[in-house]
Nanobody, 117 residues
Framework: QVQLVESGGGLVQPGGSLRLSCVAS????????MRWFRQAPGKERELVAR???????NYADSVRGRFTIWRDNAKSTVYLQMNSLKPDDAAVYYC???????????WGQGTQVTVSS
């Protein structure tokens, strides 16, 4: 069982930045694909960014160029730098660790991001 704890959410004005962190309880997370999802009220959970075990990132079209994902396996941590935030980015952001074959998947509890003036 891998426990994931997100942090870094909060209230930010449009155009501002936040950095989310997701710390895993187990160093075995280096063998997992790490993903950030978000879910806004009344909407389905959507994939925002993912990073492979080799450190290769991928982004949703809606955040590409504004968000950056990276991982520090020595710290069992994955980050999501969010720049040029928009009101549409407001959501609960969830960290997910999944094995490449999809056999095991773990979720964090989520962290709230609010974008408002």
């Amino acid at each position: 069982q891998v426990q994931l704890v997100e942090s870094g959410g909060g209230l930010v004005q449009p155009g501002g930045s936040l950095r989310l962190s997701c710390v895993a309880s187990d160093t075995s997370v280096s063998a997992y694909i790490m993903r950030w999802f978000r879910q806004a009220p009344g909407k389905e959970r959507e994939l925002v960014a993912r990073i492979s075990t080799m450190g290769i990132p991928n982004y949703a079209d809606s955040v590409r160029g504004r968000f950056t994902i990276w991982r520090d396996n020595a710290k069992s941590t994955v980050y999501l730098q969010m720049n040029s935030l928009k009101p549409d980015d407001a959501a609960v952001y969830y960290c997910n660790a999944i094995t490449p074959g999809g056999e095991r998947s773990f979720w964090g509890q989520g962290t709230q991001v609010t974008v408002s003036s």
